[in-house]
């Protein structure tokens, strides 16, 4: 079976290695693939492993030797599974690979916020400390989030692990999932509709896939439900939120402060109205990217290509 990646580098920079994939078969990697060098790179494969190359409709037709798309990562908005399914194409993803890594840059952005642990280092490096009058000093409101309401909305395994570090930190959760969810109470959370939890949370944390019922989910009718006090963290899919509607929501004072390491376009353009916002902390799609984290998901990359060849894939979304 010949083996090509389309986009290998976020996954491996050259601190990882392609071992077990090359011992499934000649494996070639490419650091990355623009749309029309596609085909080209992939016409003679059976299997095809991609992060963000699109594979759309048109593409897929256009590879009659592909029997095989194996995501490097749990997301699979970038391919036409429906397509994949009629034309006999297995399509698999990495569905747990990162849910401590993301958790963990969803409450540190959290923290970020409460505390700007970074702006104050700043400042203490360009001597603001060594010139101040007082034994401390602190440059924005700082908060404590112990008896605060955490709100989660996508409540799978990520969303529920982001849940426990919170609560860990003292603070009480709700949870709603946009697939609709049994309203069950229990000790460690309470089920609650998405407009009750954006009243209620003192921070909401996004968690949910891009779907078409997600897509702009935050919008300025949501955001205006939300406490102005508010923090809203986003470490799932930019498209969750509309941009321009959280921009301004965030420079007009009617939210606190903003968490994001996804946008919906990425890279994102210069003109991106987040990129200028008042208290908006942005990283770049790197959630995701722990090393331990990659290591799983070469692992199960390689173990979910070989599940195919002994006929009898696993993790596959387009069954």
């Known amino acids: 079976m010949n083996i090509v990646v389309l986009d290998g580098y976020t996954l491996n920079p050259g601190d990882l290695r392609w071992a077990a994939l090359e011992k499934l078969g000649p494996t070639m990697v490419y650091d990355r ?13 059976q299997a095809v492993l991609v992060n963000k190359v699109p594979l759309d409709a048109e593409t897929l037709r256009a590879l009659p030797l592909l029997r095989y798309v194996g995501l490097l990562a749990t997301g699979y908005d970038k391919v036409d599974v429906a397509v994949a399914r009629q034309l006999g ?35 203490v490096r360009s001597g603001a400390w060594s010139n101040s009058k007082d034994f401390c000093f602190w440059l924005s409101p700082l908060v404590e989030l112990s008896g605060k309401t955490f709100g989660v909305v996508g409540f799978g395994r990520i969303g529920r692990r982001t849940a426990e570090v919170a609560r860990a ?35 909401v944390s996004l968690h949910c896939p891009l779907t078409p019922e997600t897509g702009g989910l935050i919008s300025s009718e949501r955001i205006s439900l939300m406490k102005p006090t508010a923090f809203l963290i986003n470490t799932s899919r930019g498209g969750l939120i509309v941009e321009q509607d959280l921009a301004d929501a965030l420079n007009q004072d009617r939210l ?10 990425e890279p994102p353009s210069p003109q991106n109205p987040l990129l200028h916002a008042k208290n908006c902390i942005i990283t770049p799609h790197m959630a995701w990217a722990t090393r331990e984290a990659r290591e799983r998901l070469m692992t ?20």
């Open 169 to 203: 930190l003292g603070m009480r959760i709700l949870a709603s999932d946009v697939r609709g969810a049994n309203p069950q109470t229990s000790g460690d959370f309470r089920w609650a509709a998405l407009d009750e939890l954006l009243q209620a949370a003192d921070v």
């Open 89 to 123: 194409i297995t399509v698999t993803n990495v569905p747990t690979y990162g849910t401590d890594s993301v958790a963990q840059l969803s409450i540190a952005l959290l923290l970020e916020l409460c505390q700007r642990a970074g702006l104050h280092s700043d400042a």
């Open 33 to 45: 693939t623009p749309k029309e060098l596609i085909l080209e790179r992939a016409s003679n494969a």
């Open 256 to 265: 606190a402060g903003a968490g994001l390491d996804v946008l919906s376009i």
């Open 300 to 319: 199960t990359v390689a173990d979910n290509l070989a599940a195919f060849e002994q006929g009898h894939p696993q993790n596959v979304v387009n069954a």
